[in-house]
């Protein structure tokens, strides 16, 4: 996809690099996450500080060539919709049988060479990580990449994902599905600002 233009820093990226919105038929400002709804969009680094500047300074409107109705949460509303796309991929690997959930399946995985990401919940206890950690360290290799590891959503969060059923410690086994699911988390990283 061509690069597109930040709004308001003028920066060029990749559309995974930056959110694209919308004016809706009412006049609100609408997250368009997926970059596929109708109509003329506005581009936005993957940036909550600069959503708010941008807010703040009424770039919308400048960049829509209309009157924008911003509603109150809308900050909220991105990183929330960013959280449930993310999810969203995550699920899809599941259904195609490319995931692994608990932590001594995890770990089998990484060693046998077939996970290619690693999840944990917020909740994740410290032995846990450690053992899945050491896993990782036992088949690093020079000319290998790493297996990422992700903690970025708490265990009710990844039950969304996994049919509701808890889980505290997935892999990934697919790279091409991983490839998808971490291109999401990094727009919601970077949203956040860097922070997790």
């Not at 990226?13 to 970059?35: C, M, Q």
């Not at 195609?96 to 399946?105: F, H």
């Amino acid at each position: 996809m061509n690069d597109r233009t930040c709004i308001l820093t003028r920066k060029s990226g990749d559309a995974n690099e930056l959110i694209r919105f919308v004016a809706g038929p009412d006049g609100h400002l609408v997250p368009d996450i997926k970059a596929n709804l109708p109509g003329r969009g506005a581009w936005i680094s993957a940036s909550r500080s600069v959503l708010e500047d941008a807010i703040r300074r009424k770039a919308f409107t400048h960049s829509l060539k209309t009157d924008i109705i911003v509603d109150q949460g809308l900050v909220e509303l991105v990183d929330r919709l960013l959280v449930k796309a993310a999810l969203g991929r995550l699920a899809l690997a599941r259904k195609a049988g490319a995931v692994v959930t608990g932590a001594t399946k995890v770990e089998q995985a990484i060693r046998s060479g077939e996970a290619c990401l690693v999840l944990h919940s917020k909740e994740a206890a410290f032995d846990g990580k450690r053992k899945i950690e050491q896993a990782i360290y036992s088949v690093r290799r020079p000319d290998k990449p790493d297996i990422p590891v992700v903690t970025l959503f708490n265990s009710d969060e990844m039950g969304v994902a996994f049919g509701d059923n808890p889980v505290v410690h997935a892999a990934l086994l697919n790279s091409k599905l991983a490839q998808g699911f971490m291109k999401t988390v990094q727009k919601l990283v970077a949203y956040r600002d860097g922070k997790h």
